[in-house]
């Protein structure tokens, strides 16, 4: 009787590792960026405006206040370009908030929205405001009801661009942890087996 040499046990340990490994790659690429695009639309003294946010963040959640990176868009005959920078009030201007449906007003703090606006034979800094007298009398978040370029907004409205919710970073690991049973199990098999010929 001719007895098979026994595979090394060290392959299904190698498959493992190779497997486990892989699954800690996936979760870190599953990892959200930073970053979460929004779209608004507006309506200023009949004048149909729109166009999209980008905000910090790696979630939409209700009522949770977001710095704005990045604006674009069109309002009336003016080309939004970028956001106001340069404004003495960093900490209350271009923050915005999110009441969780998909029409949400465009919430704002104190001091507002700044953007730069563009027509091909002018440039402004323009600005949304959320108090029609041109002072405050609250610290918290509220609907955008002024600009100072055209006048009353009678309609504003903000939404995720992209509202599904990335791959929880449980679900590689799960896998992971499968892979690695499914290991040990063929391991245990190989080990049993007499291997006879």
Known sequence: ???????????????????????????GA???AHALTWNW????????????????????????????????????????TGLNTSSSNQNSVNFISWDGSQSSPILAL????????????AS???????WPGGSSTSSGFAPVLQTDYNG???FGQLSPANPTNPVPGPLPLMGAAAA??????????????????
């Open 180 to 197: 690695f049973g499914w290991s040990r199990k063929l391991r245990r098999r190989i080990s049993t087996s007499p291997f006879r010929l």
């Open 30 to 32: 599953a990892a959200p």
């Open 124 to 130: 402004q800094i323009a600005s949304w405001r959320w």
């Open 41 to 80: 639309t507006a309506d200023t003294g009949g004048c149909p405006s729109s166009g999209t946010l980008e905000t910090d963040g790696s979630n939409y959640v209700a009522n949770q206040s977001y710095r704005i990176t990045a604006i674009s868009g069109d309002i009336c005959s003016w080309t939004v």
């Open 1 to 27: 009787m001719i007895r098979a040499t026994r595979p090394s046990r060290r392959m299904p340990i190698a498959s493992g590792a190779l497997l486990l490994t892989g699954s800690i790659l996936t979760l």
């Open 152 to 154: 009353a907004i009678t």
């Open 110 to 121: 104190t001091n507002g929205i700044e953007f730069k606006a563009y027509q091909p034979i």
